[in-house]
C-alpha cells in the first residue's frame, strides 16, 4: 500500500553546515514526487531521513500520520534504490533481489517464484543465476531496482538512479520508471540534478536550493510561474534580462531594456529594483514585418541544432537573448549583424525576483 | 595485452627474474639435495648415490616427531586466536572514528618489538606471576607475533566492505548482526583465510620466542637448532626436505585450485 509522507519543520545540521533548513513538505500517497537540484542542495539528505539513514536535527517525519523518526532503516517500509546501486558483489542476481525477502522469512518455491516475477517485471527474465560481475550497467541498475521492488514498499526512493547511463538507456530506464510507477502504485520519490527526468515523470516535484525549498508544484507551473530567477534557469528558462526599470503604462507593467520595451506578465510589477526579466524561448516569434514587431535587435550568432536552430541576439547594452527557430526559415541562415523584428506573446515576459540567484557561469 | 616489449628488454626481464628465483630458491634446494645423500657428512650426493635412508629413519626420530606435532598444535591454535583476535580488532577500527590511529598502532605495536626482547620479557614475567612455561606460553607468545600480521591483512580485505553495501542491506531489513554475517563477513572471507594461513606459518617458524617460552616440549624449530648445534645425524635434513616438499605440493594444488576456479568462472 502506498504511503503518505508529512516532513514537518525538518532541518539537518552538519557541525556548522545546515544541509536542511526547515523543510516543510507533504507527500501524497501513490504520487510520483521528484526533488530537483544541483548537488548539495540537500536533496540526498532529504531522501537518507526518510529512509532512515539519518536523523533530522530538528523537526517530525510522519508516514501516514505515525512519527517514524525512532523507527530504523531496516523497520521502515521503504526501500531505496541507491545511487551507487549497493548491488551485493559475493550474491547472484537472484540472491541479491531475495535477500530482502530471505530477512522476511519467506522461502523455497514462493520465494523463488516472487524473485522470478520481480525480474521479469525489470526485463532480466532467467537472469537470476548469473553473477553481478557478469551484468552491465543498465542490467545492474534493474538489478537493483528488482531488489527494491520486491519487497513491495509502501515508499520506493530513486537516488540519482540514472547517473552514469548513457543516453539510450536513460530514456529507457525513465520510461520504466513511470510504468513501474503506475503498475506498483506505490509512492515514488526521485531525486535528480536533470530537469528532463523531474519534468517527465513527477506528478509533483520540488526544486531545492541550500537546504530550502525554492518551489513545489506541478511541472507545468514551473514554466508559468516560476518563483524566482534561479527556478527559471533550472527548468532551462535561460534568459534572464536585466531592466533599467519598470515603466506602468494603460496596457499593464512594462520592462525598459536598452531603451526598448517589454510587456511584461502583469501581476509581478512591484518586485523592486532586484528583478530580472525571465524570457520563455517558446512564446518568442520572428516577426515579418518591423513596424509590428514588440523588440529590434541584432544577431550575435547563430548555432545550427538539427531542425531547429538557436539565434542569439543582442540588446544594444550588450544583453542576449536566444530565440529558437525552425532549421528550413530563413531566419536560421541569417548574417551576424543583421537586425531582426521580434513579436512576443503573451506572457513571454515575466518579472522574477533575484532571489537564490546562483552566480553566472 | 597488445604492447610486446623488446627483445632486448624481454631478455632482461627474464634474467632479472630467473636470478631473483635463484637466490631465493638455490639454499633449500640445495638442503633438500643433501637430504638424499646417504653419506653422514652433509653434502651434495653424487647422482649414483641418491638414497632415502634419512627419510626412513624420520619415523623413529621420537624427538623430531614430537616437535613438530607440537609446533602444528601450537601453529593452529595461534592461528585460530590471531584470526578471531584480529577481526574483532578490525571491526574496532572500522567503528572507530577519533582515535583510530591510536588503536592501529596500538594493535601493531608488537609487530616492532624484537622477538629476543618480547620472548625474554613474557618468560620473566610469566615466571614472576608463577605461571609455568607450556604450549599455552608458547601459544601467547606467537600470538602477539602473529595477531599484528592477521589484522593488517583482515583490515585490507575490509576495502571490498563498502558503506552503501551495508546501507542497502539495512534498506532491505537486516540488523547489524545479519548484515555482519550476510554481507561483512563473505566478503572478508579472503582476508580471513589469508590471515590464518599468515598466522599459522609465523608461528611455525618462530624461533625466538618459543625459545624462551616453551615448556618441556620444544617446538620444531628449537630441536632443529639445537640438532643442528650438537652435530646430530642428517635426518634434520630430511625433516627440513619433508617440510620443503609439503610446502611446494600445498603451493602447486593452491595454484591448481585457482586456477580450475576461474576457468569454471568464465
Known sequence: M????????????????????????????????????????????????????????????????????????????????????????????????GYGLKLRGVSGPSLKAKVEDALDLVELPGFGPRTIGMMSGGQRQRVALARALVMEPGILLLDEPLTGLDERLRQQMRDEFGRLHRRTGATFILVTHNQDEALSLSDRMAIMHKGRIEQLGVPAQFFECPANSFVARFVGIETLLKPERIEMRDDGPHA????????????????????????????????????????????????????????????????????????????ATVNPGTQVPLSLLPDAAMLLSGSGMPPVA | MTVHEGLGNRTVLWVIAVLGLLVIYAPPLYLLAISFNPALQPGLPSLSALSLDWYMALPREKALIGALQQSFLVAFVTAVFATF?????????????????????????????????????????????????????????HLLWAMPFAFIVILTSFAAVRQNVLLAAADLGAGRWRQFVDITLPLIRPGLVSAFIFSFLLSLNEFTRAFYLAGRQNTLPVVLFSKMNSGASPVIYAMSGAIFITSVLTVVALAMYNLVREKRMN
Open chain 2, 85 to 141: 583476535l584480529s577481526l574483532l580488532a578490525a571491526l574496532g577500527y572500522i567503528e572507530l572514528r577519533l582515535g583510530r590511529t591510536t588503536w592501529f598502532l596500538a594493535v601493531l605495536l608488537p609487530m616492532f618489538v624484537p622477538g629476543v626482547v618480547q620472548g625474554l620479557a613474557l618468560s620473566a614475567v610469566f615466571t614472576r606471576i608463577g605461571v609455568k612455561a607450556s604450549m599455552i606460553t608458547v601459544i601467547s607468545g
Open chain 1, 256 to 331: 525598459i531594456v536598452a531603451g526598448q520595451s517589454l510587456r511584461l506578465r502583469s501581476p509581478e510589477a512591484s518586485l523592486g529594483a532586484d528583478g530580472l526579466v525571465a524570457i520563455r524561448p517558446d512564446r518568442l516569434r520572428i516577426s515579418e514585418n518591423i513596424d509590428i514587431a514588440d523588440l529590434v535587435l541584432t544577431v550575435v550568432e547563430t548555432t545550427f541544432r538539427g531542425l531547429q536552430t538557436d539565434v542569439r541576439l543582442t540588446f544594444a547594452d550588450g544583453q542576449s537573448l536566444v530565440a529558437v527557430v525552425s532549421s528550413d526559415s530563413p531566419t
Open chain 1, 2 to 97: 502506498a504511503i503518505a509522507i508529512d516532513i514537518q519543520s525538518v532541518s539537518r545540521t552538519y557541525g556548522p553546515i545546515k544541509a536542511l533548513d526547515g523543510i516543510d513538505l507533504s507527500i501524497k500517497a501513490g504520487e510520483f514526487f521528484t526533488l530537483l537540484g544541483s548537488s548539495g542542495c540537500g536533496k540526498s539528505t532529504l531522501l537518507k531521513l526518510i529512509g532512515g539513514f539519518d536523523r533530522p536535527s530538528e523537526g517530525r517525519i510522519l508516514f501516514d500520520g505515525r512519527d517514524v523518526i525512532d523507527v530504523p532503516a531496516n523497520k521502515r517500509p521503504v526501500n531505496t534504490v541507491f545511487q551507487s546501486l549497493a548491488l551485493f558483489p559475493h550474491m547472484t542476481v537472484a540472491e541479491n533481489v
